[in-house]
């Protein structure tokens, strides 16, 4: 039995990612944080991402740079393009080609770089905008890839992939959250937030999480537009 | 049957994904090639890359940005560390944790965006260095993961990984390439090449690619320093 519990969490700045981190530190992990900066349409994610792993005590917390605006098909990353304020049945035009894949990709090789032996990321496949890289079966299906991609895995070391939010609703995400002391007011959720990290209250991720914040009978802290 | 004749090519600048993009092009694909710039130890490869590129008509070349350089365990990335001379039975320190994950997980990601149907990468499992994400067993977990991971994956459309070159020995390969018109005098394998393209003769890289060239019954166009 290994005494590893060292572990790479991706850290977006918004609420799901800062409640994994809070998981994964509850559990005892000594958590690296790993945010993108990948041509999103704000920066203040990435700033709320810096001020979470302060306010949490990550010592090691990279922004890794990757310019995905050659992706010119997802509202994200080409800044031309309209965020919805619908929800839709469909997957949205949020949507990012293979972003979870490249995320835990580099999470990855980081983590085998760190020598750490647990990658934590908070998808979720309940409260969630119906992106295919979100379900369980992708995760389990990049867990066995990883398994024979890497010098550790090969070992049989491999670095598990955990995904404690995967079946909670959104309330129940800001319930446990709350009680591991998670300041929910650090973080931005919203695809289009101002400069200075404030909400438009309309898109899907501004949706999800007002109703979550309601359906969680917490109040809700985010500031808005 | 889909008439989807486009293909995503991984192309380092290097012998084997050279061959990898004339093998697409003869199989009738037309051809987007993508290439990184990943810190690693010389930019004389991507030159090599932007070369081929033009050489062989590919319209759309993109070279991508990501600063692995955090990948502090690796030769190729962290430019303390010493490239070997010697061939080892262990995978070697040039071994980039998670690279090709990488690659063609931001592959997928493009080839969505292109409508592409298919992935070239010049993994070759014969005479290469025992990375393991260059076997067959990880291409195939990779096939898995990326169906489940995007929008054309779960419409069914799903990217094929092709790997034309993974049985093939060294020498099979440049005898392929002749055949098909390359010219690898245009290529650069070397580890440790000069800006100008002069490789070192040493490292694993160029002893695979010089044997190659003496099994084949080829002159050697290599540069040499």
Chains 1, 2 share one sequence.
């Not at 944080?33 to 306010?55: G, T, V």
């Amino acid at each position: 039995m290994s005494d590893n519990k060292k572990a790479v969490v991706l850290l977006s700045g918004g609420l799901d990612s800062v409640t994994a981190l809070a998981i994964a530190q509850s559990e005892g992990y000594e958590c690296s944080a790993l945010s993108f900066r990948y041509a999103q349409r704000h920066d203040a994610e990435l700033i709320a991402s810096e001020r979470l792993a302060k306010a949490m005590n990550v010592s090691n917390h990279q922004i890794f740079d990757m310019d995905l605006s050659i992706f010119k098909n997802s509202a994200l990353t080409n800044h031309a393009l309209e965020v919805p304020t619908r929800l839709s049945d469909d997957i949205p035009i949020t949507y990012v080609p293979a972003r979870n894949t490249i995320f835990l990709s580099v999470a990855l090789g980081w983590a085998e770089v760190l020598d750490a032996s647990a990658i934590f990321i908070g998808v979720n496949a309940v409260d969630y905008s119906g992106y295919p890289d979100c379900r369980p079966e992708f995760i389990h299906a990049f867990q066995s890839m990883s398994d024979l991609a890497t010098k550790m895995g090969v070992e049989g070391k491999g670095v598990k992939v955990m995904t404690p939010l995967i079946n909670l609703t959104k309330a129940e995400i800001i319930q446990k959250g709350m009680a591991l002391g998670v300041d929910y007011s650090l973080t931005v959720s919203c695809y289009q937030a101002t400069a200075d990290g404030k909400a438009c209250g309309r898109c899907d991720s501004c949706k999800l999480r007002r109703q979550g914040f309601a359906d969680a009978g917490v109040k809700d802290p985010t500031k808005y537009q």
